[in-house]
């Protein structure tokens, strides 16, 4: 499976950044720390002291993540802040008036909708088909339509994933696409991200909350034409990322081949997971390109079976919409979160059959 820079472009060739032959350089990384420190006004706030907390300008902090995710051809124009959720924000402001239309395709991430209601934009939904996939010919004709078009891929909570072809189709529409990869480092399917470098009018999010396991951190970044991340980053909070999840994601960056690693492990479980669901006979996992499993319940509905599972201490996700309710959705962990999830299971299902 390919890597966390694999997804952005191919192939990762240090320019400017502590990464040298694949490896971490120390004493870049070390400069790179210092020189990111040095450029605040108090310095670092030592831990478990009370103070004034460093503040880097919004450029500086562009500049961290920039000479970080550099690609062979050259760089990538990245503007980063507080989670993906910030830059989907960005969008808004920057690209939507209201009154005018964006595109989802239901079922999806909130909060493309959520931030249309903010910015005062119709919301034009072009239902998933049965199986999950996007419906083609109708999402064309809704994105020539409309302002912008959103697609997550792969999909929350649907787990598949949008294909290039109908991207590319997409991005004839005149149409903005945002296409949101949280999820991609746990897909064989390439990134996009180049396409968005290269000039295409398409936003490509990325997140460190998944893969890099940040999510209360908060930093996210979004690739896109030059042109637009220098209206993005006029029109961003300047000081909405903080130190501590820049550090942490330069962490995470140094720590590329675990973090990596650990992917392949979750996508191991995932599939390890898939078989013993599909075994149960009731509960049917669909095809899953990210770090959990969206299934459908041949007995109950999910809620109930949230609530059996809450009782033997294991979390899951269930959905409130009409269309949803026969459904679940189970993050991945380690291997034995997917034994105590199979042995709740089996529980479960006993418990079930004992009320029917
Ligand atoms: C598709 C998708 N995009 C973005 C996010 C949010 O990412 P972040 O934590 O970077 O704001 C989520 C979180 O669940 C998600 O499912």
């Not at 119709?122 to 697609?151: H, S």
């Not at 787990?159 to 949280?182: K, Q």
Request: aromatic content about 8%; some cysteine; charged content about 25%.
């Amino acid at each position: 499976m390919a890597g966390f820079f694999d997804r952005i472009k191919g192939s990762f060739t240090a320019l400017i950044s502590p990464f040298k032959d694949g490896a971490v350089d120390e004493a870049a990384f070390g400069r790179l720390v210092d020189w990111q420190i040095s450029e605040g006004t108090h310095g670092l706030v030592p831990v478990g002291t009370t103070g004034e907390s460093p503040t880097l300008s919004h450029a500086e902090h562009m500049r961290v993540v920039e000479l970080c995710v550099q690609t062979a051809a050259g760089r990538v124009p990245i503007v980063a802040g507080a989670g993906s959720d910030e830059m989907i924000e960005a969008v808004f402001r920057c690209c939507i008036e209201a009154g005018e239309r964006i595109v989802i395709s239901s079922p999806t991430f909130g909060m493309y909708s959520f931030d249309a209601q903010q910015y005062g934009a119709e919301v034009v939904d072009v239902p998933r088909r049965e199986d999950w996939e996007l419906d083609r010919e109708p999402l064309l004709a809704a994105a020539r339509d409309a302002k912008a078009v959103f697609l997550p891929s792969p999909n929350n909570p649907t787990g598949n994933t949008a294909s290039r072809e109908l991207i590319e189709e997409l991005l004839e529409t005149g149409a903005l696409i945002v296409i949101d990869e949280a999820y991609i480092e746990f897909s064989e399917e390439e990134s996009v991200a180049a396409l968005a470098a290269s000039g295409a009018p398409l936003v490509v999010l990325r997140t460190f909350s998944k893969w890099g396991g940040l999510a209360g951190m908060r930093i996210g970044y979004a690739v896109m034409p030059e042109a637009l991340a220098q209206a993005t980053m006029a029109v961003k909070q300047p000081y909405s990322l903080n130190v501590a999840a820049e550090v942490a994601a330069l962490a995470s960056l140094q720590d590329i081949e675990e973090l990596d690693e650990r992917a392949c492990t979750i996508t191991g479980e995932r599939n390890r997971l898939a078989k013993a669901l599909r075994a149960t006979g009731w509960v049917e996992p669909w095809p899953s390109d990210t770090n959990f499993l969206f299934c459908r319940l041949l007995r109950s509905d999910g809620a109930t079976v949230r609530e059996v599972l809450r009782r033997r201490g294991v979390i899951i996700r269930y959905f409130d919409s009409e269309r949803l309710r026969g459904h679940i959705r189970i993050s991945v962990g380690t291997a034995e979160d997917t034994d105590r999830v199979i042995e709740a299971l089996a529980k479960v299902a006993q418990e079930l059959g004992a009320e029917a």
